[in-house]
Structure formats: C-alpha cells, structure tokens
C-alpha cells in the first residue's frame, strides 16, 4: 500500500513556514504500515492543486492532504476537488451549526466566509474538527481515498487521529508493531555495528533517526497478525537494549532530562547546577520538564571566575593555578552549589564552548564535570568537536550522564 | 519565472528528518525573485525520482534537488539523471582528486563507492564542495535548469550560494530587494493593523512569519533595476520601523539576546540574572551567543525558596508574607543579584509556567520581572497564557525586553 501526502500553501512554497505536518503525517502514515512514495507541496494555485491531486491520486491508494480549507479567498481545496470529481458543493446543516457555535463562543457573527467552510463536495464524507471552524472531508480520487484536514496541526492531528486512523489501518494487510529506543554516547556507526544480525535473527527493520546528540532507534515488527508482530517486536528490542547497554534511555518521547528527574524522583534525590560553559542550558532542559521542581533545587550559572568565588566559594587561588576549566574547579564549584542549595547531588560543568578561548593545552571542546553527593565527589573530562551550539549540547548530555552513573553505580569505576 | 525544489530521501518520506532543507530553499528562491510552484519529496526510488524530474523540468524554468548523491547503494540520484538524459556518467578527476584528500585528512582511505561520488552525467556543470564528499551539478531538464545538491544542510547551503546564485540570479528580470525586521511585543493582527498603507504606499509586498513569541516582517520591493528596488525597499522599511516602534529589535538573523547583548556592550554595562520560573531560559539565550562572556558575568536558577534565600539573600519573611511569585520578591531576587554579581544591571523573573502549580489568585501565566541597577529598581508584572514553554519563552523575551528599556529610559514611565 503506497500514500502520498499533499500540502497546499503559498506560506509553504515561500519558505515562510517549516512543513512539519508533512513530516509528522509520514511518520503517522509508516508506523501503520504504509509505504510514502511522496511529500509535495503546491501553492495556492487552482491548477497546480488539481494536477497534484490527479497525479497523485492515479499513483497512490491513500491521499492525504492538508490546508486549504479555511474561509479566505485564498482557500481553493474544496473547490478543486469538486470540480476534478464534477460534482456539485453541498452545504452541511451539521457542519454550519458547528460553526457558527463556535464562533458565538468568541463573541463573532457567522460571516459568509465562514458558512463556505460548511460547503463540502457532494457524496463526501465529512469529518468533524471539535477544534475549529475547518471541518475536513474524504473521497475518492481515482484509485486513491483521498483525506482533507485543515493546516492547523493541532486540529489536523486530533481528525487524523479520530477519523482518518480508523479508516486506514484496516487498509493495511496484517499486523505491525513499532517500538523506538532513545540513545545518547554512542556514534552512530558504533550503534549500527552493535545491532547487527538483529534484522535477520528477529525479522524486524531497524530504522535509525540521529537528532543530535541523540540516536533514535526504531524496530519495526510485520506479521500476520497484531499480537505476532507485537512479540517479535519486543523481543528484538529487549535484544537491542542488551546490546547497547546505558547509551539506552528512554522509551518513546521521553526525554534525556525527564529519565533522569525519574531516576531522582524514585531514589528520593535532589538535584542541584554549577554551570560555566553550558551557560543554563542544564538547568532549562531540566525545568522544561513539569514537576520538576520537585527534584532540581536550582543552580547558578557562574560565567565570570569572580562569580565562581562569589556564588560557589571556589577559591580563587585555585582559579588562579588550575585555570577555570579543571578539575579541581569542577570538583569545587558542584561541592560548593551542593553546600548552598543543600541538594542531595550537584554537577558542575565548566569547559570552552568556542568559537573563541582555546589554547593548544585548552582547545576549544575540552569540558570539565564533577558531580558530587554524601559519599564523595566523581570527576569526568571530555573533548568534544562542532560548533559551540553542539559543544554545549553534547555537555549538557554527558553531565546529566555522569548524575545517572553516580546515582546507579556511587563513586566506582562507572562513575569516574 | 516558476521554480520547484525535489528532495529525495527515505527518510523525508517517512517522516524520520524535518525537512528544514526544502524550506531553506524555498525561502531563497523567493527572496531572489523566483515564484515557487511546487516542493516535492520523492523516496529513494529509480523510477519516482526519474518521473518527479521529468515532470518538474517540463513545468518550471529552474529545479533544485537535494539528496542521493553519497557512496551508498541508496544514492540514486546521479544516475537517474543520466538515465533520464540519456549520456553516459563521467568520472571528474578533479572531483576525485579533492574527494582523496578529503578522506586523506580524517585518515581514511578512498573506497570504490566514494570515487562514484566523482561520476557525473556527461555535459554536466560540476558544482564544488570545498565542506565534503559530494560536489554537485547542473544540467537542462527539459525546460527547466536542474541543480543537484548534497542533503547536507550546511554543504547545500554553502554550494547554493557560491555556485548556484550567481547563475540564477541574471535569470530574474528587474530588480528586487528585500529587508527583514524581527519584532517582539506586538500581536500579529496589530502589526497588521500599524502597517495598513504601507504596501500600496511604497509598492512593495509585506509577509509575515509568525515564529513564537517573535513576528519576522519581510519587506520586498520588485523595480525595473536593482538600485530602484533596494531604495523602495529601504524607504518603505524606514516607515515600517517607526510604526512599530520598540517592538523591532534586529534586521536579519539578528536574535533578540545579540540585540541586547550589543547595546550592553555599547554601554559598557555588565548584566546579571536571578530566574526562577524560566529555569535557565534567559542564561541559555544570551550564551548561546558567541562572546556573551564579556558581557554576561552569570546568573542563578533559584528555583527552591530556600535557594533564593541562600544565594540571592532574599528575605525568608518577604517570600512567606507575599510568595515567591510576588513583585516584592522579584525586585529581592535582582537587587541579591546585583550585589553578588557586581553587574551594571540585573534581572530577575519569577512566575508560574504551569501546568500545575496555579491558584485563583495567582494563575498560571503570571510572571513578575525586576530589573536593578545603580539608579534603582523597576518592577513589571505579565499575566500571559499558552503551554509551559510558552509562557516560559515569552517570559524570557519580556524579561530582556525591560533591561532594554531600563538601560534605554532609566526608571521611568517606560521601565515600569
């Protein structure tokens, strides 16, 4: 089964807006099972718009399109379709009440802009958007079912969900099952070559997704039916956790921060920050996370030595013959932010993000972490290569890394 | 003259990479003057890839293509091409020459599949890569001029620049130019309602890309010459700025913490941070910024009372009588700051990002700002909406915004 989405838009052909819906569509579309032949986008142009849809609905047995469907001028979907089908508009009775409704609800009068919105081309079947003024629609194309959902993404994915999943996955022939792996501290080719024979030993695809600095790992399991698939799916993924061992952290959407505000939560730890060159990026991927403030105390971004001293009582004799970024600064700057914010954990990072502030001894990529506790304090150095925007990412990771060590393993080998 | 942008790759097609290159694109097209018709993406698929081409190079004057031209059995792209014109491929030495030496810097010695990167259709213009293994070409398809690029963003972008606009640009006729304002502060229908007039004033187009919390304003002017239009550009954006006032703050690329970190450089102020609900945001947007070391001495996430007491000396009766959401609380936490840091001026944020954590009194969105410096202190209160990030990126930008105005106005009508 092959699909093809189609986004309509000039906002889209300009360049003046990322298309994640298509990104996100095609990733809905082959985790059930199909095969997406192609993503395009046309203008707002009555021609171009009917040839897509011509070509693709000739090619392709699903259809899914977005945008379009709004109340101005600029709005050709619907229209196009009927016309291509030589149908007539109707207007929906249910679909015009719904609109008006919610307008009412913000105080607006139905304009005849809006009732348009109600018009769909005869014989198609609506599909409700409990989140807009956009209802959406599906028909025939030739061989193709063709979806409609406004551009919206927030409305689009709730009618996917809602109405079009329920259609479509009974399209596809037995049963597949996808589980996704979040990884960090492995190349890419390292993880390649420690899943290899997964395939062919559990007959499932390996798909892989590099977001940086994470590697997303997907097994895709197809069977004759759900619960095989669901099976064999699991096992090979309890085989690729085996294999790459703590570089696994996640399941799904779960984030790096969010594992590790678990892991706290669980043992009853809190958390406290000392960064230099991470310069708060810590501290914002931890409090992105709701709740967290129940495990991270707070930190300090001691950017000038004198706020090392100031802020953390790093002394500045030590500043002064080790340099900022060393390890007895590390060391002093997550003793002294665990000392001020009475945490049960600290981690400090201190390091040169660049572009500018290397030296041959200090290049640009060298980072320093501690982390500290009750038992002691372990201590991490680490060069790293890229920009300054990926040199403080890959920081922000491996300190949170080097927590998560100390937290399962003390002070030991893994933690140092 | 239309344009179309074909990006082929599996990984498009299945939702597995944003793509980002294809807006990128898009975006250049239009600002050189092109109407972009069509942005397609094709799987890694012979004969779609070779159909896409064929019907893009019919239908438009220039086509952009991304992707298929690596060393793996997956990169189709060159040879479709071939195919497609039916000529013979042909090793370039030069290509294969930089592609040894290339490898030879990282150690690595040249395999068959990478010298494949230097084959090229016969009659091709071979586009350097001076960033990577895969140069690219140009050929005529059909009416249209067919660029082939590598999907590796920062390669693409480079190679486009430096070997494909200088051939597209001649091909637009008159001349065009185009200014962009980024702005902060205003609600887009208002930035709407300020610039009514001015298109048709200065014959120019205006867009809008609304990219939360910012608005970016394109200013686009088409002229029979180039001066004419740059000047139309020029005088139109002059009347834009002034009806936006304080909301524009950079041209370009520039983002809001380079704007402030500037203007503090050029007062030769220093600046301090003490943020509580935005958890590091405000830290991690001003050194992301290269050299932000010289001016930003530092900053505390205080996100636990105990930890505003502690470090930032804020009055535990102060936080137990009014909150820790309070103004009192927030002009404590710049002025503790201040003396610890020893900065010019300080800010401080402290508010309710959500979802929990909201009472009737004080909801969720409420965010109290403080900034200090040698004069005094002035205090700001917002109540804003939307998810957790949300309020935390608008808190951010309006937390920068009132050091702006402090450092601007003082402590006057404008600060508070």
Not at 139 to 155: D, K, N, Q, T
Not at 313 to 323: E, K, L, M, N, R
Not at 338 to 348: C, H, P, Q, Y
Request: hydrophobic share 40%; with cysteine.
């Amino acid at each position: 089964m092959t699909a093809a989405i189609l986004c309509t838009g000039t906002e889209l052909t300009r360049g003046e807006l990322v298309n994640t819906n298509a990104t996100w569509l095609a990733e809905e579309l082959t985790s059930l099972g199909f095969e997406v032949g192609a993503v395009d986008c046309v203008d707002d142009d009555r021609d171009r718009i009917r040839r897509a849809l011509t070509r693709l609905g000739a090619e392709h047995e699903v259809v899914l399109c977005t945008g379009g469907l709004g109340p101005t001028t600029d709005d050709l979907t619907t229209e196009c379709v009927a016309g291509l089908l030589a149908v007539p508009l109707v207007r929906d009775a249910a679909s015009l009440e719904h609109i008006r409704a919610l307008l009412a609800r913000f105080g607006r009068g139905m304009a005849p802009s809006n009732a348009k919105q109600a018009d769909f081309p005869e014989g198609a079947s609506i599909i409700p958007n409990p989140r807009g003024t956009a209802p959406g629609f599906y028909v025939r194309i030739g061989r193709a079912l063709a979806f409609f959902f406004p551009g919206v993404p927030r409305e689009m994915k709730a009618m996917f969900r809602e109405t079009a999943v329920p259609v479509l996955a009974p399209l596809v022939q037995g049963g597949h099952h996808q589980l996704r792996l979040r990884c960090f501290g492995l190349p890419e080719s390292e993880v390649n070559d420690r899943l290899s024979g997964v395939e062919a030993e559990f007959e499932v695809n390996l798909g892989y997704r590099a977001s940086f600095p994470e590697i997303e790992v997907k097994v895709l399991a197809r069977a004759a039916n759900p619960a095989d698939a669901k099976q064999r799916a699991e096992a090979a993924t309890r085989v690729v956790r085996e294999r790459l061992g703590e570089a696994v952290f996640g399941e799904g959407t779960t984030t790096y921060a969010e594992s590790l505000l678990a892991l706290l939560g669980e043992r009853g730890a809190t958390l406290s920050l000392a960064e230099s060159c991470t310069g708060g990026l810590v501290a914002e991927m931890l409090t992105r996370v709701p709740g967290s403030s129940r495990t991270f105390l707070g930190g300090t971004v001691a950017y000038a030595n004198e706020a090392k001293t100031a802020l953390l009582g790093v002394d500045a004799a030590a500043i002064a013959s080790h340099g900022a970024v060393s390890e007895p600064v590390a060391r002093a700057m997550a003793e002294g932010a665990r000392a001020r914010f009475g945490s049960t954990l600290s981690l400090s990072v201190t390091g040169i993000a660049g572009p500018d502030g290397g030296t041959p001894e200090k290049p640009v990529g060298l980072v320093h972490f501690a982390v500290a506790d009750a038992r002691g304090t372990s201590a991490e150095q680490v060069r790293t290569g890229g920009t300054r925007e990926q040199v403080r990412l890959r920081a922000a990771y491996i300190g949170l890394r080097l927590v998560r060590r100390v937290l399962l393993n003390g002070h030991g080998a893994g933690g140092g």
